[in-house]
């Protein structure tokens, strides 16, 4: 029997705690209450997607940082490899990564968040996404193989959505973009669905399809200035 998934997570779920140490000392899911969180894996360091990826998650964290949104990445590499992966970026790239990376060597948390490979001979994890909210429930989930690399924008964009539904009580149509129209849920009961005809406010395509006629407007994010000293690394095998 694959163990390789302990649970199985789903969409709606408390995400499982967990402690561990990363590049920025030891670091619980817990800490994160509160907040919206990315927790994110990936299958190795000093791999050329990865780095790719980690660059790019880098260059936008300003932007999840505007969304009260965190990102922690994982793998099953340890720590020192880590901190010597991100000295690398930094000094190659001119990019630091502002954000932890837990090692987890045995596999534990990636095995019970269902991010290790299928394959049992390749003990690795893959491009997994969980987007976790400020009440620790998994909202969304994503997986990427190995071979690809993340879009970051989506990313991005599906935190957007959620945050808007959340906040809104509305749901968001194929293709949403902030400041695009939103929809709202189907009816629950017979009632509503007499409200729904009468609200000058809705544009209805079906009695099950209407369109809010004025779409929300996207919240305006705060200005983000991140102060590069406050992001120094631990010292690495690279400082040695």
């Known amino acids: 029997m694959d163990d390789r998934c302990e649970g199985c997570l789903k969409i709606g779920q408390i995400a499982p705690d967990f402690s561990a140490?990363?590049?920025?000392?030891?670091?619980?899911?817990?800490?994160?209450?509160?907040?919206?969180?990315?927790?994110f894996s990936h299958p190795g360091d000093f791999t050329p997607v990865c780095t790719t990826e980690f660059v790019a998650f880098a260059k936008e964290y300003?932007?999840?940082?505007?969304?009260?949104?965190?990102?922690?990445g994982l793998s099953i590499d340890s720590n020192p490899s880590h901190l010597a992966w991100i000295e690398n970026i930094?000094?190659?790239q001119s990019v630091t990564i502002p954000f932890p990376i837990l090692a987890d060597r045995d596999g534990a948390i990636a095995k019970r968040y269902g991010m290790l490979a299928a394959d049992e001979k390749n003990f690795a994890t893959v491009?997994?996404?969980?987007?976790?909210d400020p009440d620790?429930?998994?909202?969304?989930?994503l997986i990427y193989p190995a071979t690809n690399g993340r879009y970051i924008p989506e990313i991005l964009r599906l935190l957007d959505?959620?945050?808007?539904?959340?906040?809104?009580?509305?749901?968001t149509p194929a293709n949403w973009k902030p400041g695009d129209p939103v929809l709202i849920p189907p009816p629950q009961n017979f009632d509503d669905l007499m409200k729904r005809s009468e609200d000058q406010g809705l544009n209805c395509i079906e009695w099950y399809l209407c369109y809010k006629k004025e779409a929300p407007k996207p919240k305006p994010k705060p200005r983000m200035t991140i102060n590069i000293d406050d992001l120094r690394l631990p010292p690495g095998p690279m400082d040695v």
Request: a positive charge; one cysteine or more; glycine letters at 6%.
């Open 21 to 39: 140490q990363s590049t920025y000392g030891p670091v619980s899911l817990s800490d994160y209450k509160g907040k919206w969180l990315v927790f």
């Open 62 to 72: 300003s932007e999840f940082v505007k969304r009260n949104c965190l990102l922690l």
């Open 90 to 92: 930094r000094r190659t």
């Open 127 to 132: 491009r997994n996404v969980y987007i976790i």
């Open 136 to 141: 620790s429930v998994i909202r969304a989930m």
């Open 161 to 171: 959505a959620l945050q808007m539904s959340t906040k809104e009580g509305v749901v």
